[in-house]
């Protein structure tokens, strides 16, 4: 989130709204516009604010621990996680360190794998696919790279009307840079935000078929440039869809704890066959996506 910190689920609002009244096709009537105004309006004071910070949760994961082992420089790890991307990365909206993605992704590594897992977050609140860059340049000089990375990002591209074919590029520049180090990449693709509840029709539909294309263009673009796309939209949307009670945290936008163990449940298995596929011998270089076009 950027400071003053504004759940996505309100910028999606005014954003779509702005958008679908001022599109270069022209199509959105001057009375349409008023009515998206007014439903942003009413969608603002409904979902409110949050600004938490989500719970550290770096550290050594081995199976069945209590809690992280501390790292520090000569402490061993079999393999290396990283976790980018946005508040959802991050765990925004976890009341704990269990609840954290990047935790159960983890520690589903170290149960799988009976290996020492160190976790590590570059991930930022209000981050967008420009911000990318900045964090894996953060991870270039913090150390070595990681051996394997999950990226969760999308949904502040949408808000902030970033192109979409920009913000795919983006994506796939920061994939190739983490291929070319020989790191596995897996990428949640953006959410989809037609499921905030509290957004009204036809600004919700506005603000899906938005998502819904960054999305589409996320899972060209990851292919491309070597890593494993996790297309999260359509797969978490039918649960958060059933139980938003249940899958929203209390801001009504983040996930839940139990919306973070179903994405974590989701992105674990693509990382264990993508690790599991990938030998040292057969692990391709990312592509250049300088000329990669997408739509």
């Known amino acids: 989130m950027s400071t003053p910190r504004i759940s996505w689920r309100i910028a999606a609002v005014t954003s779509a709204a702005t958008v679908l009244a001022g599109s270069g096709a022209g199509t959105a009537s001057w009375a349409a516009y008023r009515l998206l105004m007014a439903q942003a309006g009413v969608a603002r004071g ?12 770096d550290g050594i994961y081995t199976a069945g621990c209590l809690a992280p082992q501390p790292w520090r420089t000569g402490v061993h790890a079999d393999l290396h996680l990283m976790i980018f991307g946005d508040s959802t990365a991050g765990g925004v909206g976890c009341h704990s360190a269990e609840e954290v993605p990047g935790v159960r992704i983890a520690r589903g590594l170290a149960e799988a794998t009976g290996q020492r897992i ?3 977050t570059k991930a ?3 981050a967008t696919s420009k911000g990318l860059a ?8 913090a150390g070595p790279p990681p051996d394997a990375a999950v990226i969760l990002i999308g ?6 009307k970033h192109s979409i074919r920009a913000s795919a590029r983006r994506l796939a520049s920061a994939v190739a840079r983490l291929r070319r180090a020989d790191a596995i990449v897996v990428v949640g693709t953006c959410p989809n935000l037609g499921i905030v509840t509290a957004i009204p029709q036809p600004l919700r539909t506005v603000v899906q078929n938005w998502s819904a294309r960054l999305a589409r263009a996320q899972t060209v673009a990851t292919t491309v440039a070597g890593g494993r796309p996790v297309q999260m939209g359509n797969l978490l949307a039918p649960e958060f869809r059933a139980a ?11 996930p839940s704890a139990a919306g973070y163990e179903l994405a974590a449940a989701l992105l674990l298995p693509a990382l264990i066959d993508a690790l599991n596929e990938a030998t040292p011998a057969s692990r391709p270089a990312g592509r250049d996506v300088d000329s990669m076009r997408t739509h």
Do not use: C, Y
Request: proline residues 7%.
């Open 46 to 57: 409904v979902i409110g604010r949050d600004t938490s910070k989500p719970p550290e949760a």
């Open 118 to 120: 160190r976790l590590s």
């Open 124 to 126: 930022i609140s209000g």
């Open 134 to 141: 900045g964090q894996v340049d953060a991870m270039f000089v």
């Open 155 to 160: 949904a502040n591209d949408i808000t902030k």
């Open 244 to 254: 938003p009670e249940l899958m929203f945290a209390a801001d009504g936008f983040h």
